[in-house]
């Protein structure tokens, strides 16, 4: 199932990582790890974010995907089930 996550980055954190120049190695870290298949960064809501698209097979896969951004960013993390245009189509279709 295709995922969106929205990381929420704490200033003060994300302040020292990029400070320690960390942070760089950090979001590489993620990326290389959970492979999505988009990734954008920026402000929103005034603060630091990073919206991930990702692949999950299962909702075990919840805490090894969020917990990086707790546990090193002290982000606030939210995830939910998205489509693009070929999901949205396969969908509409099944309708009756």
């Given at each position: 199932?295709?995922?969106?996550?929205?990381?929420?980055?704490?200033?003060?954190?994300?302040?020292?990582?990029?400070?320690?120049?960390?942070?760089?190695?950090?979001?590489?870290?993620?990326?290389?790890?959970?492979?999505?298949?988009?990734?954008?960064?920026?402000?929103?809501?005034?603060r630091r974010t990073m919206v991930?698209?990702?692949?999950?097979?299962?909702?075990?896969?919840?805490?090894?995907?969020?917990?990086?951004?707790?546990?090193?960013?002290?982000?606030?993390?939210e995830m939910c089930p998205v489509?693009?245009?070929?999901?949205?189509?396969?969908?509409?279709?099944?309708?009756?």
């Amino acid at each position: 199932m295709r995922v969106m996550l929205k990381a929420t980055l704490d200033t003060e954190k994300a302040n020292e990582l990029i400070s320690s120049g960390k942070m760089a190695d950090q979001v590489k870290g993620i990326l290389d790890r959970l492979q999505p298949e988009a990734a954008y960064f920026g402000p929103i809501g005034g603060r630091r974010t990073m919206v991930l698209v990702l692949h999950m097979q299962d909702s075990s896969e919840l805490p090894p995907v969020g917990e990086p951004f707790f546990t090193h960013m002290n982000a606030q993390v939210e995830m939910c089930p998205v489509m693009n245009v070929e999901d949205l189509q396969k969908g509409l279709s099944q309708l009756g």
